[in-house]
């Protein structure tokens, strides 16, 4: 059954396992939103392989994933978030569907070839299908408008680059929060 799940999951069979990486670079505001701020940042990534999930004609695939990043040298936290990495072989969709505990979540999407290594996903705030979902307080101080992340998976390396876009009240300019690492594969 293993093989076989992990056949139907499509670009998204390497992710399947544990991941690890110490080389995170964040770029974000800091406390005064008019610095910048950069973490570094060790990170830990899980995947686990689930499916077939049918919506009548349409069935997916999936991984059910945690992410959770420290800054290097503190025991505490400051990034978490979870979700899926969804893959619909009809459409050549691949999803990923995740809340971060600040009060945000996003569906991204994009359109992946079944044997693609690199892929891009995107979601904008107020699309009806990739779309993003802020609290109160973020959507009036820090508002996520767009969010971009390239994936690359190849011989049990990991890397990702995401932009969130963020319209911060007072600031005219749109903020680019960046974050970047390399992972690689602890455990299947």
Known sequence: MADELLRNLGPLAPFAGFWEGNKGDDVAPADDPLQIENNKF?????FEPFGPINNHQQCLYGLRYSRMAWR?????????DTGYMLWDA??????RCFIIPRGVTVLAG?????????????AVAGSDTYGICSNLFLDKEF???????????????????EDTHLK??????VFHHIDQNTLKKVHS
């Open 110 to 122: 994009g359109t992946v070839e079944p044997g693609a290594h690199t892929f891009q996903l995107s």
């Open 72 to 80: 290097l040298g503190e025991a505490a936290a400051f990034h978490e």
């Open 168 to 173: 911060m009240r007072g600031q005219p300019e």
């Open 90 to 95: 009809d459409a050549k969709q691949v999803m």
């Open 42 to 46: 060790r990170e830990r990534m899980s």
């Open 143 to 161: 508002k996520t408008i767009q969010y971009d992340i390239t994936l690359t998976i190849q011989n049990n390396i990991l890397t990702y680059n």
